[in-house]
């Protein structure tokens, strides 16, 4: 089943930061993990990391937990599973897209 476009708007922002990816990274290698956490091995604050929390939640990527006083974060694998082949999907139209300008390269200079 295929997201809806707003639902993919919000993918594409939340993955197309780098600092984002560093951080869903980061939560995938660890697991559950605090935004306190997550800054002690990032170049940026606690405050940015959470920021960039809230945005990867908003997409879906990223769960919050309170437990206790902290705020664990844990990534959601269904929604990193369909951004994984809303990806692919992407790739793959390039890919086609790329063969056909190839192609028309190709004839062209058979042309001259």
């Known amino acids: 089943m295929t997201a809806p476009a707003r639902d993919d708007d919000e993918l594409w922002f939340a993955v197309g930061d780098p600092s984002r990816q560093r951080v869903l990274d980061l939560l995938v290698a660890r697991g559950a993990a605090s935004s306190t956490a ?31 006083r902290e705020v664990l974060y844990v990534v959601q694998p269904q929604r990193l599973d369909e951004a994984t082949r809303i990806l692919a999907g992407v790739a793959e139209r390039w890919d086609q897209r790329l063969q056909a300008i190839k192609r028309i390269a190709e004839e062209l200079h058979r042309g001259e």
Request: net charge positive.
């Open 38 to 68: 997550l800054a002690a091995d990032l170049p940026f604050t606690r405050q940015a990391v959470a920021k960039h929390l809230g945005v990867l939640e908003r997409a879906g990527l990223v769960e919050s937990q309170r437990r206790g």
